[in-house]
């Protein structure tokens, strides 16, 4: 099973894939972060002098949907998070169930204002990145995903009974 988990920027998708994995720990799973199939810096566009990390074009999308592939060989269960987890068509493709994470923007931009995982942030810059989100993301949200909201407590039992669904 390939499980897709896709949302905006402090979401919880990485905490989610988690919970999933731990819930399944008698199985062979694998998380792939899409973060970590980013291009080097100096590839990635700029935005006022910024890495712009909330565009598709920040993504090696041939190089992540290659390691999906063999991860499915080797894994009984892969579970893919990211931004654009449901932007890419081909790699959209190979994912079986699907988790769209939501924030309304007035809990997104009070979450972001506090992430001081890079730094600050300049504010431009995280209106950027929901305007992305609703670009990139919420637009490519499909329909079959299972849509939570997140800031609010999410039913493990009510994501894992979605899962095992026919």
Not at 5 to 32: D, E, M, Q
Not at 41 to 47: G, V
Not at 70 to 77: C, Q
Not at 136 to 154: E, F, H, M, Q
Request: some cysteine; overall charge neutral.
């Amino acid at each position: 099973m390939v499980i897709g988990i896709g949302g905006i920027s402090n979401a919880g998708k990485s905490g989610l894939a988690r919970r999933i994995k731990n819930y399944y720990s008698s199985k062979n799973v694998t998380v792939l972060c899409q973060d970590d199939f980013a291009f080097p810096n100096e590839k990635i566009p700029l935005i006022r002098d910024h890495i712009d990390w909330e565009c598709p074009a920040s993504i090696d999308f041939k190089h992540y949907e290659e390691t999906v592939i063999k991860a499915i060989e080797d894994n009984d269960i892969v579970i893919i998070e990211g931004i654009f987890a449901f932007y890419y068509g081909s790699t959209t493709n190979l994912i079986d169930k699907k988790i769209f994470l939501t924030l309304d923007s007035r809990f997104f931009f009070m979450r972001k204002n506090t992430d001081l995982r890079w730094g600050k942030e300049p504010d431009w810059y995280i209106e950027h990145i929901w305007k992305n989100h609703i670009k990139y993301c919420k637009s490519n949200t499909p329909d079959d995903a299972l849509v939570l909201r997140a800031g609010k407590t999410i039913d493990l039992n009510k994501i894992i009974a979605f899962l095992e669904s026919s």
